[in-house]
């Protein structure tokens, strides 16, 4: 079989389980919030979506980022999340081998649906999160001694900070990713993680800041830079710690 033939086909399926994360993460958001609206529908105009504006990526392009109805203007955070979900079932596909590799693009959609729904709802869902914490113990690579002190460092970093600064600093939600963390990094690469999750969350701030895009009073959501760093810790985590421990030898 042609060696690229399968590389396509997960970018394809990651393209769908985006197109299908767009639709998750607005609908749990309203069902938690107690108004319940039904899927595939234009967020403005409530018209219930064609199979035609539902193609990941394409239909957007297609439709100019705008309702075919409305011509509301469909934000740029739908095709971002089919897309990078697409890419990253396809770096999980070329990182790890069958059958590990289910679980991890398991743990990618967890964490992909974390990402966009902080991002969007400066909130953490448990629905999709909480399983995956499950799903990390019970199947993850790490012995049952790593994956506890790992939640113990996880769990525990943002509890301090959540009692220190009375929770100003960090939410529950953030204990939450510290566990996943922990459960699926082991202790030693849940340290790496956070300290990736922050040197980004520090330049992004800045950026954002320095733009004036966002204030010092106003809150940026931590979820995304967490799962970030979570995300290069699965991917790249031992380069990059031989690298560090390189350069103080
Ligand atoms: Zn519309």
């Not at 990182?95 to 590799?101: D, I, K, N």
């Not at 220190?164 to 690469?189: E, F, N, P, Y």
Request: with cysteine; aromatic share 12%.
């Amino acid at each position: 079989m042609n060696s690229t033939l399968p590389i396509i086909l997960i970018f394809v399926l990651g393209l769908v389980f985006g197109s299908f994360l767009t639709v998750l993460i607005p609908r749990i958001h309203d069902e938690e919030s107690g108004m319940f609206i039904g899927r595939s529908h234009c967020p403005w105009c409530k018209k219930t979506l064609r199979a035609r504006d539902l193609i990941p990526i394409i239909s957007y392009i297609i439709n100019k980022a705008k309702c075919r109805f409305c011509k509301e203007k469909i934000g740029i955070i739908y095709p971002a999340i089919e897309l990078s979900t697409a890419i990253i079932f396809t770096i999980t596909y070329l990182t790890f081998p069958y059958p590990q590799f289910l679980f991890y693009l398991a743990i990618s959609f967890a964490l992909i649906f974390t990402f966009f729904y902080d991002l969007k709802y400066l909130e953490i869902s448990d629905i999709i999160l909480i399983p995956s914490i499950i799903l990390a113990l019970l199947l993850g690579p790490e012995d049952w001694k790593s994956k506890l002190i790992g939640i113990a460092i996880g769990a525990g970093f943002f509890l301090i900070q959540i009692i220190i600064s009375k929770g100003k600093w960090v939410g529950m939600g953030d204990i939450r990713i510290g566990t996943l963390m922990g459960a699926l990094l082991g202790w030693q690469m849940t340290i790496a993680a956070l300290v990736i999750s922050y040197v980004i969350g520090s330049i992004i701030s800045i950026g954002l800041l320095a733009s004036k895009k966002k204030h010092l009073n106003q809150q940026i959501a931590l979820g995304p830079f967490l799962v970030t760093g979570t995300f290069i810790t699965i991917f790249m985590g031992e380069k990059i710690v031989n690298w560090y421990l390189n350069l103080l030898i």
